[in-house]
């Protein structure tokens, strides 16, 4: 899937339809998905079959599943999934109030 942010859908829209011919353009505002632009004379199950990893992704980014289900969601392979995940900078982790912690400990432990 293509993704692109606004700000080069609005310096070049022919391109974002150029690659809607082919499959699915991700719309980022920011770094955050926020649309999606295909063409219509796809078939829509094609389409569907290409909107699964955009779906899964934002379900994961928004840590509604966890990645081994928006890995299934998205119709592809655990390792699939993560390139798909790279390629839309989507952090695998995410640090939470434990992380600073565990670092210290971390920390302690190779000292």
Do not use: C
């Not at 632009?37 to 966890?66: C, E, H, I, M, T």
């Amino acid at each position: 899937m293509y993704a692109t942010n606004v700000r080069n859908l609005k310096r070049n829209p022919s391109e974002a339809l150029r690659h809607a011919e082919q499959e699915p353009v991700l719309i980022l505002k920011g770094n955050e998905p926020n649309a999606l632009l295909f063409n219509l004379k796809r078939s829509l199950d094609y389409s569907g079959q290409q909107l699964r990893p955009a779906l899964a992704a934002s379900l994961f980014k928004d840590r509604v599943v966890s990645l081994g289900a928006a890995a299934q969601i998205s119709g592809l392979s655990l390792s699939e999934f993560i390139d798909h995940l790279s390629q839309l900078d989507i952090d695998l982790v995410v640090p939470d109030s434990q992380t600073a912690n565990e670092l210290k400990t971390l920390d302690t432990w190779l000292s």
